[in-house]
Nanobody, 122 residues
């Protein structure tokens, strides 16, 4: 019913930048909060950033202000600008969205993308 597709991952040297994108599609009436999570090998999935429908953002304290999340409601898309990347940022990055679909009786549900790999070399 709803698909989230991430893109923009890749291999980058420490200190570099990447911009991730997440595009939603399907029977979408409204997208509420959207978020980025990441999961490094052998670790739990952790929150990176969340952004409300109105554009208010919350970040993990561990990011030290290096990442910026944004969204384009008309395009049903969310972005993550990552700067000053470190090897410890290496992970699979997932996007998630709280979506109200055309089947309104189902209410708002959380959907996840398949993830995009970010690898930062030292």
């Amino acid at each position: 019913q709803v698909q989230l597709v991430e893109s923009g991952g890749g291999l980058v040297q420490a200190g570099g930048s990447l911009r991730l994108s997440c595009v939603a599609s399907g029977e979408i009436l409204r997208i509420h909060d959207m978020g980025w999570y990441r999961q490094a090998p052998g670790k739990e999935r952790e929150l990176v950033a969340v952004i409300t429908e109105e554009g208010a953002a919350t970040y993990s304290n561990a990011l030290e202000g290096r990442f910026t999340v944004s969204r384009d409601n008309l395009k049903e898309a969310m972005y993550l600008q990552m700067t000053s990347l470190k090897p410890e940022d290496t992970a699979v990055y997932f996007c998630t969205a709280a979506v109200l679909t055309s089947n309104v009786l189902r209410g708002v549900r959380d959907y996840w993308g398949q993830g995009t790999q970010v690898t930062v070399s030292s």
